[in-house]
């Protein structure tokens, strides 16, 4: 079965512009075109814009995203290298996710603060306003 870019757009949740920019840039390689020369995809080519988005929402730019595609062109021998790539950027992911835990930290602690002043159970203090502990 074949979709034409609407319907792979619905599939993918990508814009139009978004899709067609990805195909000219040949991150969607072997584009198939039908007989009015528009683009049509297949499942393999959804479940691969699919994989891309995936490397765009944790941060791999175009560029990236480009060398990926070329080494997934050439086959099983670029697999370590790919790998690697994908290594790296879940340490990068995972730097992020740390960082979240700590604001995390702070909002519940925040939170617990705020609870504790409204239940009677603290006084209210704040770095922005004068102390009046004199």
Known sequence: MFYTMKQACELT?????GLKFYCNEGLVPN?????????????R???????LLCLRDCGMGIQDMK??????????????????????K???IQGHIRELEETLKYIDAKEEFYNDVLAGR????????????I
């Open 45 to 51: 080519d959804i479940a691969w814009i699919k994989s």
């Open 90 to 92: 879940r340490e990068e």
């Open 13 to 17: 949740g990508m814009t139009y512009q």
């Open 122 to 133: 603290r006084d209210y203090v704040s770095n922005l306003l004068p102390c009046t502990c």
């Open 31 to 43: 584009v198939k075109r039908n007989i009015s020369n528009h683009r049509v995809f297949d499942e």
């Open 67 to 88: 060398k990926y595609t070329s080494l997934c062109l050439i086959g099983k021998s670029t697999i370590p290298e790919r790998k690697a790539i994908l290594q790296a």
